[in-house]
């Protein structure tokens, strides 16, 4: 039996939410399918609402059964599970409630792990709660949450309050993206292939690529959505994220103090964007109506309970510099967006063309080599590479061919894990290497709010584009400045 070591007791602060029935509660059970929770660890669900122990397992099956896909809930599995369960109604706002979960929890027995599935304006409040009933000594974790703050002082303010009572060592920022098995293979891709680290820099990089579309709207979030825009939502975390794994140098260990002090220096290198370059690279967009594979859908103004006259982006697209030696002089090329023709994330290295073309006859122009990372949904890795059409003839004939590596085909009996169990594993076994540092989490403000004070100098709305699109003309246009164009368009 492969048991994880650390006995935990994992106090899930809002229980009931979206994100602990889609996400949390299915990972929880997959880790104790694969019997990677320890046997006399707990999960405490902390909500409101005044419930039994045996109505709180009734919800907790029925989110498995909505949401763990491809299989049925294995019986013996549940039923070791469902023993783990237990509820606890606490009303967050009040401090004396809090009593309830100190009467159940023992970390002399049980190390606490709190995560805070909840908007960020209660962080303070839960760790007030906790630090009343004990439950914020070391070895106690806290697992946040993103957003962390709306601008860098907000972040700050919670950060602030949050060490108050956690030391950094104790504090877990997640990012589900640091989870996904694409993006840590980044790691392995980067620095155990020659092939690559060796050919990791401006010297034979011609620019990178790195794009996040969705297919949905704001799925009857407006308000939320509409006070955080794509910049903040998607940008300021997730893709930051993935290009400082990309950017960075390597490491000299693999572990938590080495990989953050690396990402951080690629956060500090960011070149600014203010009103003197904002037009040149940057775009925003906002969806109007249009289809979304055969389905219309309304434009974003169009949305329930939008206001009309909003200048919230949906759409954000980014030439970013990194100025340090490895990247002078190549671009970062970041996309993401609402309502796009398919849901996909993806890196893609284009490599620098060959200097001189000997099959100029056939091709007169060699198209250049590509490493596409696929994120999702198919996660794998691509190489895009030349190679003879076979045949006779006078002239050889060259085809862009690609070398597949797709996870699921060559992996065909793992089962990929999700992002958030790989995540919950590392918390409760206290590895930080795939969490973030607070001076990432700031210093990926510093950055984002000098493109949203940008942004309001200019005072330009933004660049409407039609659902089912692949965003604004102009974002098409900034690449095409440089003699460049998005890999859906190649």
């Known amino acids: ?50 419930m039994s122990a045996d ?58 792990i709190s995560y805070f599935a909840t908007p960020p304006a209660l962080f303070p409040i839960i760790c007030d709660g906790l630090a009343s009933v004990n439950l914020i000594t070391a070895p106690a974790r806290v697992v946040l949450e993103k957003p962390l703050g709306h601008n860098l002082i907000s972040s700050r303010k919670i950060n602030q309050h949050v060490g108050r009572y956690f030391d950094e060592s104790q504090i877990y920022r997640i990012d589900h993206y640091l989870g996904k098995e694409t993006v840590l293979n980044l790691l392995a891709l980067r620095f155990a292939n020659s092939i690559f680290s060796s050919h990791w820099d401006h010297s034979t990089i011609d620019h990178i690529q790195i794009t996040a579309a969705e297919q949905v709207g704001v799925e009857g979030r407006w308000s939320y959505y509409d006070d955080a825009g794509q910049l903040r939502d998607m940008v300021q975390n997730h893709l930051l994220q993935v290009l400082s794994l990309i950017a960075m140098e390597p490491p000299t260990r693999l572990d938590a103090d080495s990989i953050r002090d690396e990402k ?25 109506a249009g289809f979304v594979g055969d389905s219309k859908v309304p434009g974003y103004l169009d949305e329930d ?22 990247w002078s002089g190549v671009p970062f ?3 993401t967006g609402k309502r796009m023709p398919q849901k996909r994330t993806e890196v893609v290295i284009s490599f620098k063309p060959q200097p001189h073309n000997i099959f100029h006859e056939t091709l007169s122009q060699l198209p250049p080599n590509k490493l596409i990372i696929r994120l999702q949904p198919d996660e794998g890795v691509e190489i895009q590479m030349m190679n003879k059409v076979p045949g006779l003839g006078k002239q050889m004939q060259l ?5 597949d590596l797709s996870f699921y085909e060559t992996f065909e009996n793992k089962r990929i894990a999700d992002a958030y169990e790989r995540l919950l594993l590392e918390a409760i076994e206290g590895n930080q290497y795939l969490f973030v540092h607070r001076e990432e989490v700031e210093h990926a403000w510093r950055y984002i709010d000098g493109i949203l004070a940008a942004w309001s100098d200019t005072a330009e709305s933004p660049k409407s584009y039609q659902a089912g699109t692949w965003g604004p ?18």
């Open 1 to 50: 039996m492969t048991t994880a070591a650390t006995c935990c007791d994992l106090i899930l602060f809002g229980t009931l939410g979206d994100l602990a029935r889609r996400k949390l509660l299915p990972a929880l059970y997959q880790l104790e399918k694969a019997e990677l929770l320890h046997q006399d660890s707990r999960i405490i669900g902390v909500a409101r609402d005044a």
């Open 55 to 112: 109505d709180y397992r009734t919800r907790v099956r029925e989110s498995l059964q909505q949401f763990v896909t491809k299989e049925s809930i294995d019986e013996e599995v549940w039923q070791r599970f469902s023993a783990k369960l237990v509820y606890c109604a606490v009303d967050l706002a009040d401090l004396e409630a809090y009593s309830a979960l100190g009467d159940i929890t023992d970390p002399t027995k049980r190390t606490p």
């Open 264 to 288: 951080l220096k690629v956060l500090k290198s960011l070149r600014p964007i203010t009103s003197q370059n904002v037009r040149d690279d940057t775009v925003r967009g906002q969806y109007t």
């Open 305 to 326: 309970g939008a206001k009309s006259k909003s200048v919230t982006e949906t759409f954000v697209a980014l030439k970013v510099h990194i100025d340090n030696w490895r």
């Open 333 to 335: 090329y970041i996309r």
């Open 399 to 403: 085809k862009p061919t690609t070398l």
């Open 473 to 490: 003309v102009a974002s098409v246009s900034l690449m095409a400045h440089d003699g460049r164009q998005w890999d859906d368009e190649s």
